[in-house]
């Protein structure tokens, strides 16, 4: 069974950074694309950022390029989001999600990160 | 850009149907998979349909998932609605590039 479990979350300044974890298990990690979907309070889901199964090949939404960083570990079955020069924007909870079909999404239980001085 | 446009809300009777409508944007709707996602408060979504009409397993029969061509949407169906499928319902599909595009979400209301 996919299991994913983000960490990392919490209350940051403006201006500030987090990184946040995605600690994966229940399939074969390094062949996976690796995703972060982000849901701010009441609002829709929406999708961030990827990362290729060797780390090699990346991608952004346009809101957070230049400020988030996608990566992972293979090693340690993890993926990780550098997020840098936080806005009250980036509230959300952050969903870190993997393919578990050609086309669906698995999803971790999510991580909150609240923006605020 | 490429997106996915639902509508706000439904609302239903328990044992009745319900169909929630995505729109794409631009392009063609079957050039890529769509998905549909469950999220009850406080809880990731969940896949109902994957794969346009795909059922995951543990998923009831009462959902089904089709794409018309000629609106370019997509569709979920609930039959038989219950008052656990109280709900905010997504959609989900791929641009151009490949990346991942969900609709904005609607909520169905069980009356």
């Known amino acids: 069974e996919v299991q994913l479990v983000e960490s990392g979350g919490g209350l940051v300044q403006p201006g500030g950074s987090l990184r946040l974890s995605c600690a994966a298990s229940?399939?074969?990690?390094?062949?996976?694309?690796m995703h972060w979907v982000r849901q701010a309070p009441g609002k829709g889901l929406v999708w961030v950022s990827r990362?290729?199964?060797?780390?090699?090949?990346?991608n952004y939404a346009d809101s957070v390029k230049g400020r988030f960083t996608i990566s992972r570990d293979n090693a340690k079955n993890t993926v990780y989001l550098q997020m840098n020069s936080l806005s009250a924007e980036d509230t959300a909870v952050y969903y870190c999600?993997?393919?578990?079909?050609?086309?669906?999404?698995?999803w971790g239980q999510g991580t909150l990160v609240i923006v605020s001085s | 850009n490429f997106m996915l446009t639902q509508p706000h809300s439904v609302s239903e009777s328990p044992g009745k149907t319900v169909t929630i409508s995505c729109t794409g944007s631009?392009?063609?709707?079957?050039?890529?998979?769509v998905q549909w996602y469950q999220q009850r408060p406080g809880s990731a979504p969940t896949t109902v349909i994957y794969?346009?009409?795909?059922?995951p397993s543990g998923v009831p029969d009462r959902f089904s998932g089709s794409i018309d061509r000629s609106s370019n949407s997509a569709s979920l169906t609930i039959s038989g609605l219950k008052a656990e499928d109280e709900a905010d319902y997504y959609c989900q599909s791929y641009d151009a590039t490949n990346r991942a595009v969900f609709g904005g979400g609607t909520q169905l209301t069980v009356l």
């Open positions: 990362i290729n199964s060797d780390g090699r090949s990346t």
């Open positions: 999600a993997t393919l578990c079909t050609s086309a669906s999404f698995c």
């Open positions: 631009s392009g063609s709707i079957a050039s890529n998979y």
């Open positions: 229940g399939f074969t990690f390094s062949t996976n694309w």
């Open positions: 794969e346009d009409n795909q059922r």
